[in-house]
């Protein structure tokens, strides 16, 4: 049973990322990419790994202070393998906080294919910020100063 995000963010949902873990500084998401997510060798377009990654460590991280909203500072990302693109079969995200300070959050991430083998490893840095509003008391763009 997938885990609400706890925010709308509409291009995770345009990809279809479920969330199967959040809390204590680690997460665990699934992604069942498409055809059209793929390159032009037929496996997932690097791109798509890396938003993948990006939302495996900032759950990671959110998770650890739930009330609060997280923006991507840095990242670095090493591919180990193409990641498979097999309609119905999800890839498995792990993210884990290794370290955090009042303000800053470090974290890695990784992708696996449904073998367990690793396509894809990331580190980094992320920004906690207060979850701003709008006038509209919809939620905003987070102030990152």
């Given at each position: 049973?997938?885990?609400?995000?706890g925010?709308?963010?509409?291009?995770?949902?345009?990809?279809?990322?479920?969330?199967?873990?959040?809390?204590?500084?680690?997460?665990?998401?699934?992604?069942?990419?498409?055809?059209?997510?793929?390159?032009?060798?037929?496996?997932?377009?690097?791109?798509?790994?890396?938003?993948?990654?990006?939302?495996?460590?900032?759950?990671?991280?959110?998770?650890?202070?739930?009330?609060m909203?997280i923006?991507?500072?840095?990242?670095?990302?090493s591919?180990m393998?193409?990641?498979?693109?097999?309609p119905?079969?999800?890839?498995?995200?792990?993210?884990?906080?290794?370290?955090?300070?009042?303000?800053?959050?470090?974290?890695?991430?990784?992708?696996?294919?449904?073998?367990?083998?690793?396509?894809?490893q990331s580190?980094?840095t992320?920004?906690?910020?207060?979850?701003?509003?709008?006038?509209d008391?919809?939620?905003?763009?987070?102030?990152?100063?």
């Open positions: 049973m997938s885990i609400d995000f925010v709308v963010i509409p291009f995770v949902d345009h990809l279809g990322f479920t969330m199967e873990k959040f809390d204590g500084g680690e997460s665990e998401l699934r992604y069942a990419p498409l055809p059209e997510h793929c390159n032009s060798f037929g496996v997932l377009h690097g791109g798509a790994v890396m938003t993948f990654l990006d939302v495996i460590m900032a759950t990671a991280a959110r998770s650890a202070q739930k009330d909203g923006v991507t500072v840095e990242m670095k990302t591919f393998r193409p990641a498979p693109v097999t119905g079969v999800p890839l498995v995200g792990r993210g884990r906080l290794l370290h955090r300070t009042r303000s800053m959050a470090f974290v890695e991430g990784s992708v696996l294919d449904a073998e367990g083998r690793l396509c894809a580190t980094g992320f920004k906690y910020v207060p979850r701003a509003e709008r006038p008391h919809a939620r905003g763009p987070l102030p990152t100063d």
